[in-house]
């Protein structure tokens, strides 16, 4: 114990700025790699977005609101004249009349104003947990806004015209260059 302590003394008074060996000096000018990911502000690509969705509808004389989930495939090209081409499909629930919507939608859309906005347009099958499903359809506009607002016209069988305003939040699960 003794000798390792004499050891560790002896040690301790070494000068700790000394390095030994000293690190050799650069011959060249360090430099960093290229960079295997594509610069973050080029958002072409393939998308699949996934998220949320919630409005509020007017439909059969009376307001009420859906609540559901979107998912939407969408090839984007921001330099284009058509920035933007796929489709969605969601499902909601209704918050007070019970059963609910299902859609398919084809999305179209360009930049406006330095957003993304764009026109959308499907099929409809409404659910009721006292009728048989109904058909229908609607046209929409949307814009990216980092969630997506939108607003939506259409029409069921046997219920009429409906409007309807909401918002998706739409978000990026994978992206495909």
Same mark, same amino acid.
């Given at each position: 114990m /003794?000798?390792?302590?004499?050891?560790?003394?002896? !040690?301790?008074k070494?000068?700790? =700025?000394?390095?030994?060996?000293? *690190?050799p000096? $650069?011959?060249?000018i360090?430099?960093?790699?290229?960079s295997?990911f594509?610069?973050?502000? &080029?958002?072409?690509?393939?998308?699949?977005?996934?998220?949320?969705?919630?409005a509020?509808?007017? *439909? &059969? =004389?009376?307001?009420d609101?859906?609540?559901?989930?979107?998912?939407?495939? /969408?090839? #984007? $090209?921001?330099?284009?004249? +058509?920035?933007?081409?796929?489709g969605?499909?969601?499902?909601?629930?209704w918050?007070?009349r019970?059963?609910? !919507? /299902?859609?398919? &939608?084809? %999305?179209?859309?360009t930049?406006?104003?330095?957003? %993304?906005?764009?026109?959308s347009?499907?099929?409809? *099958?409404?659910?009721?947990d006292?009728?048989?499903? !109904?058909?229908?359809?609607? #046209?929409?506009v949307?814009?990216?806004?980092? /969630?997506?607002?939108?607003a939506?016209?259409?029409?069921?069988? &046997?219920?009429? %015209?409906?409007g309807? +305003?909401g +918002?998706?939040?739409?978000?990026?699960?994978?992206?495909?260059?």
């Amino acid at each position: 114990m /003794i000798t390792a302590l004499l050891v560790l003394t002896g !040690r301790s008074k070494a000068d700790p =700025t000394t390095t030994v060996p000293d *690190v050799p000096p $650069r011959k060249t000018i360090p430099r960093v790699g290229p960079s295997g990911f594509p610069p973050s502000w &080029d958002l072409d690509g393939l998308y699949l977005w996934l998220g949320p969705s919630a409005a509020a509808s007017h *439909v &059969d =004389t009376e307001w009420d609101s859906t609540i559901g989930a979107d998912a939407a495939v /969408i090839r #984007i $090209r921001e330099q284009a004249a +058509v920035a933007a081409i796929g489709g969605s499909l969601g499902a909601s629930r209704w918050t007070v009349r019970g059963g609910g !919507r /299902i859609w398919l &939608d084809a %999305m179209v859309g360009t930049r406006v104003v330095g957003r %993304m906005a764009g026109l959308s347009a499907g099929p409809i *099958v409404e659910l009721s947990d006292f009728s048989h499903p !109904r058909l229908g359809g609607s #046209i929409g506009v949307w814009t990216f806004i980092g /969630i997506t607002p939108f607003a939506r016209l259409g029409t069921v069988q &046997d219920l009429g %015209m409906f409007g309807e +305003v909401g +918002v998706h939040i739409a978000l990026p699960v994978f992206k495909r260059r």
